[in-house]
């Protein structure tokens, strides 16, 4: 038995996504489960939930299992790790950056626009 519940953890924090989980809570695959769906069904803390009860204050097993299964979906991408170094965007005139890494856009943009007058500014010429 593991010590952290996924499914207890998203009722108790509902706005939580699975990086908050492991940020703040320190779940991660090896310390964290999901038991089978009829162990819930026959928990009180379940059954007696208000998020999983109908209109007359029943326990909706139809609820608790559209609960289970989107959990169990996002229980899957919870052991995908995506290291900060790899979705890190470089400046384009870093020279540290690594070959083939993303490049953050450089946003360059030209407008054209009338110059009635013809003025010039800038560099005129060289020696």
Same mark, same amino acid.
């Given at each position: 038995m593991k010590e952290n519940d996924? /499914? #207890?953890a998203n009722?108790?924090?509902p706005g939580f996504s699975n990086q908050?989980?492991?940020d /703040? #809570?320190?779940m991660n695959m090896e310390n964290t489960q999901i038991l089978p769906y009829s162990s819930y069904t026959s928990s009180p803390f379940i059954t007696q939930n208000e998020l999983f009860q109908?209109?007359?204050g029943n326990f909706s097993e139809q609820k608790f299992k559209d609960f289970y299964t989107s959990n169990v979906g996002k229980f899957a991408s919870f052991n995908v790790d995506q290291p900060v170094v790899e979705n890190f965007e470089y400046s384009i005139f870093d020279s540290s950056r690594k070959l083939n890494s993303r490049v953050k856009d450089p946003n360059f943009r030209f407008n054209v626009v009338?110059?009635?007058d013809r003025v010039t500014t800038g560099i005129s010429g060289r020696n």
């Amino acid at each position: 038995m593991k010590e952290n519940d996924y /499914i #207890l953890a998203n009722i108790l924090n509902p706005g939580f996504s699975n990086q908050d989980f492991k940020d /703040i #809570l320190g779940m991660n695959m090896e310390n964290t489960q999901i038991l089978p769906y009829s162990s819930y069904t026959s928990s009180p803390f379940i059954t007696q939930n208000e998020l999983f009860q109908d209109n007359n204050g029943n326990f909706s097993e139809q609820k608790f299992k559209d609960f289970y299964t989107s959990n169990v979906g996002k229980f899957a991408s919870f052991n995908v790790d995506q290291p900060v170094v790899e979705n890190f965007e470089y400046s384009i005139f870093d020279s540290s950056r690594k070959l083939n890494s993303r490049v953050k856009d450089p946003n360059f943009r030209f407008n054209v626009v009338s110059n009635p007058d013809r003025v010039t500014t800038g560099i005129s010429g060289r020696n």
